[in-house]
């Protein structure tokens, strides 16, 4: 059985209006020349199949399955908020995992350790002897005027601003270097 037609004539006059109308702009669409509404009818489609694409996603612990199988083997929580974007790790074939250094016996720990020191001791030497240096040729933000440096008042500012920078790269590569001994066991930083 068909859908029941309007029983008056202007009802049933005004329903084949309705249904020649919505067959009248169909048409129209489609035989246009404008591409307007076929891109219009093409960008709908997208969007209605790019909401359809979307998967039920499921998290078990800090991994992301949408396989449904997997998810009830696991009893993983359904994700009901917005869409995650989840990219697949690669895993390399026959790749060892790295595990972190397990402590040595305690007398090779020590030797590690004191060899660790002397190597950073030795840095931080160094850096003092060069940040004394720095210092002298710095002298208290006026430093002495090289011979090109007399005319040229540019060249004599650069070179003042790269002294006050490798100044204060120094003094922040000797506080990291004390920070480093002061973590290792045995002692404390030696302070000059």
Known sequence: MGKRLPTCR??????????????FFFNSLMTRTSVLPRVFLLL???????????????RCGN????????AQ???CTLITTGNANVVPAEKAMGAKIARPAA????????AKDMESRTILEAELKKAQTQLTEIKQE????????????????QKYLDRKAEL???????????ASLRREIGRLPGGVASTP
């Open 10 to 23: 202007w009802c049933r006059k005004a329903s084949r209006e309705k249904t020649a109308a919505a067959v």
């Open 73 to 75: 083997e696991k009893s």
């Open 63 to 70: 991994e992301y399955t949408n396989i449904v199988t997997q």
């Open 138 to 153: 710095y002298n208290g933000g006026d430093p002495e005027k090289l011979g090109t440096e007399i005319r040229n008042n």
């Open 164 to 174: 006050k920078a490798r100044l204060d790269r120094t003094e922040a590569d000797i």
């Open 103 to 110: 402590r040595q016996d305690a007398p090779a720990q020590r």
């Open 44 to 58: 709908a489609a997208l969007v209605a199949w790019g909401a359809y694409a979307q998967d039920r996603i499921y």
